[in-house]
């Protein structure tokens, strides 16, 4: 650390910045291939439409979009603005990230965390699933890094709680609701989030996550006539990174304005 300490700090947020671009423009490559459990790293990227191979000096994240115009350099085909967006996004989230919370332990995870959340939105939002690819892992990922945050019985406590009141839902909800009400991913979501961020943490999720979700709903509702079709997965994410850069506000504004 004491190395890190004469390194000025903008440099640092610099590096951060770069490195977010690029596991952005990894996530990418996640985002497509992991609903259709391709391999991630072979073969190297290429155009959907007409499959030629992306050049590295067109695959720099961002930059190598806005100097294509959107455009494929072979076939012209409009290439989506979600590529430029999940990069963008993904190094946006992790800066505030590592702006938080520094050096320490604690931001390696989140760090890690953070894409996935990113990756999770979009693979949710397009194919309304949560891969195991992603999810498991993080479960391992929050019992470890709970373990060593918050203590291995917090961290065991979070996971018991997330997964067991989704599996809950899940198993009520065709009685209650007379329709599934919770996909097996999102309790393995929910399930790893509770080992990373401990059980009132866990509450705080699934609450702004419902809120979130009940906003744009009715924002949906009243401006476009109809319900929201969007998953739970991508508002859980939303409501993690929430709560991980902003948790402790959110309580103390919850307890100011209750009590
Ligand atoms: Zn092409």
Same mark, same amino acid.
Request: charged content about 10%; proline content about 5%.
């Given at each position: 650390?004491? @190395?890190? %300490?004469?390194?000025? #700090? ?11 671009? /690029?596991?952005?423009? #990894? %996530?990418? *490559? ?10 991630? *790293? #072979? ?6 439409? /007409? $499959?030629? %191979?992306?050049?590295?000096?067109? $695959? ?12 494929? !350099? $072979? /076939? ?9 967006? *999940? ?12 702006? =938080?919370?520094? @050096? ?11 894409? %996935? ?42 996971? &018991? ?7 809950? +839902?899940?198993?009520?909800?065709? @009685? +209650? ?18 080992? &990373?961020?401990?059980? =009132?943490? *866990?509450?705080?999720? +699934? #609450? ?14 009243? @401006? ?27 309580? !103390? ?7």
């Amino acid at each position: 650390m004491e @190395f890190f %300490a004469q390194i000025p #700090f903008a440099f640092h947020v610099a590096y951060v910045v770069f490195i977010g671009l /690029c596991i952005g423009s #990894f %996530a990418n *490559v996640c985002i497509y291939r992991m609903p259709l459990k391709e391999s991630l *790293v #072979f073969p190297g990227s290429h155009c959907p439409s /007409c $499959n030629s %191979a992306i050049k590295i000096y067109d $695959n720099i994240p961002v930059l190598g979009y806005l100097l294509l115009q959107g455009k494929c !350099r $072979n /076939c012209k085909t409009r290439i989506s603005a979600r590529y430029p967006l *999940v990069e963008a996004l993904t190094a946006a989230l992790m800066t505030g990230v590592f702006l =938080k919370f520094g @050096f320490t332990w604690e931001c390696l995870a989140y760090l890690i965390v953070t894409p %996935a959340l990113v990756i999770i939105t979009a693979i949710d939002l397009e194919h309304q699933i949560i891969p195991d690819a992603l999810t498991l892992p993080g479960i391992v990922l929050g019992l470890a890094a709970g373990s060593y945050i918050m203590g291995p019985i917090n961290s065991i406590i979070g996971f &018991l709680v997330g997964g067991g009141l989704f599996y809950g +839902i899940a198993v009520a909800s065709p @009685f +209650i609701f007379g329709k599934e009400g919770m996909g097996g991913g999102d309790i393995k979501y929910i399930a790893g989030v509770g080992a &990373l961020l401990g059980w =009132k943490s *866990v509450l705080l999720v +699934i #609450f702004v996550g419902s809120f979130l979700g009940a906003v744009v709903g009715l924002v949906q509702k009243l @401006f476009m006539g109809k319900g929201s079709q969007i998953p739970f997965g991508p508002y859980l994410a939303a409501a993690t990174y929430i709560v991980i850069m902003a948790g402790d506000e959110l309580i !103390r504004l919850y307890i100011q304005l209750v009590v």
